[in-house]
């Protein structure tokens, strides 16, 4: 049974960091593109960040870019978001997804076969 699990959410106050985690079992995810999305209370959820097989390719949404760093650990089967110079409008739940067939990063939500359950990311100003 696939499961992706993640952890690191909590309450950070703006300017601050947090490492989101996100750990893969059931099966081998070398192969997968994985992703960050996020959903805010009242909003769509919404990418944030991909990472190909092997960390080939990298893409972030605009409003991360130059703050979040994606990064995958294959040994581990563990994917990591490490977020900085966190805004208040950062705060979400955070989701990771992955898919085996894309073989490219994807951006929309419909593309992703397996979900995580969500760690909340509350950045307080």
């Known amino acids: 049974q696939v499961q992706l699990v993640e952890s690191g959410g909590g309450l950070v106050q703006a300017g601050g960091s947090l490492r989101l985690s996100c750990a893969a079992s059931?099966?081998?995810?070398?192969?997968?593109?994985m992703g960050w999305f996020r959903q805010a209370p009242g909003k769509e959820r919404e990418f944030v960040a991909c990472?190909?097989?092997?960390?080939?390719?990298?893409s972030y949404a605009n409003s991360v870019k130059g703050r979040f760093t994606i990064s995958r650990d294959d040994a581990e089967s563990t994917v990591y978001l490490q977020m900085n110079s966190l805004k208040p409008e950062d705060t979400a739940v955070y989701y990771c997804?992955?898919?085996?067939?894309?073989?490219?990063?994807?951006?929309?939500?419909?593309?992703?076969?397996?979900w995580g359950q969500g760690t909340q990311v509350t950045v307080s100003s």
């Open positions: 059931g099966r081998t995810f070398t192969r997968d593109t």
């Open positions: 990472i190909t097989w092997l960390g080939g390719r990298l």
């Open positions: 997804a992955a898919d085996s067939l894309l073989g490219r990063c994807a951006f929309v939500v419909k593309e992703y076969e397996y």
